[in-house]
Nanobody
Framework: QVQLVESGGGVVQPGGSLRLSCEAS????????MGWFRQAPGKEREFVAA????????RYADSVKGRFTVSRDNAKSPVYLQMNNLKPEDTAVYYC????????????????????WGPGTQVTVSS
């Protein structure tokens, strides 16, 4: 099993920035990729960004390209989601998730391919 915990959410004004962190523990050797997803009230959970666990490959939703950056400093660091120029439509609960198919080289955007999920952290963008 892999346990995930998000942190860094909060309330920010439009145009502001936040950095979310996702700490992974447990059988982390099984992770192929880490993804960030979000769910706004009354909407389905949607893909935001993802990174291959070993680094080198990232993917982004069109709605966040150029504003959000997913990264990982080293093999022991959390996975980060740097969010800049935030908009009210970015308001949602943000979840990190692990694709635990070790050895898969593709970084998927399909939430059904992710096996472990964190509890989520609220991001509110409001003036």
């Amino acid at each position: 099993q892999v346990q995930l915990v998000e942190s860094g959410g909060g309330v920010v004004q439009p145009g502001g920035s936040l950095r979310l962190s996702c700490e992974a523990s447990g059988r982390t050797f099984s992770i192929a990729a880490m993804g960030w997803f979000r769910q706004a009230p009354g909407k389905e959970r949607e893909f935001v960004a993802a990174i291959r666990w070993s680094g080198g490959i990232t993917r982004y939703a069109d709605s966040v390209k150029g504003r959000f950056t997913v990264s990982r400093d080293n093999a022991k660091s959390p996975v980060y989601l740097q969010m800049n120029n935030l908009k009210p439509e970015d308001t949602a609960v943000y979840y990190c998730a692990a694709d635990r198919k070790f050895g898969r080289r593709v970084v998927t955007t399909n939430l059904h391919e992710y096996d472990s999920w964190g509890p989520g952290t609220q991001v509110t963008v409001s003036s």
